[in-house]
């Protein structure tokens, strides 16, 4: 089982690290983006969300301070979730519908992270242990 955990943490991680990429390399597209949804300081808010997804990133993958990795992915995503993804102020039927699939994809994503938690730490095949 131990190996399984290892291979569903690199893919995870992998996802995260994939995301915190975009968010450096399309920094202005992205900043377009936040600054459309009325977020104050923008291009701020892609870098500081790019960091926290390479900080929940990179714990999930390594194992090393998987509380604080998870923690950054949950202060990532609940405000992302509702800020980014708030449906129930979009009138468009199906823009509705695509924040609706954003916003619950983020609220799975970060239930998923929480459960990471219950898992007794040091995690087995962790850097560091």
Do not use: C
């Amino acid at each position: 089982m131990e190996i399984l955990f290892l291979i569903g943490r690199i893919i995870v991680g992998a996802f995260y690290i994939n995301n915190a990429f975009n968010h450096f390399a399309r920094l202005e597209m992205m900043a377009g983006y936040t600054q459309s949804k009325g977020v104050p300081a923008p291009k701020a808010a892609v870098i500081v969300t790019g960091i926290l997804l390479l900080i929940g990133g990179l714990s999930i993958l390594t194992g090393v301070q998987p509380t604080i990795g998870v923690a950054a992915l949950v202060i990532f995503f609940l405000p992302v979730a509702i800020v980014m993804h708030g449906f129930w102020k979009v009138s468009d039927p199906n823009m509705r519908m695509t924040e609706m699939a954003h916003f619950m994809k983020d609220i799975a994503l970060m239930g998923s992270a929480l459960m990471l938690l219950a898992i007794p730490q040091p995690w087995p095949l962790s850097f560091g242990n």
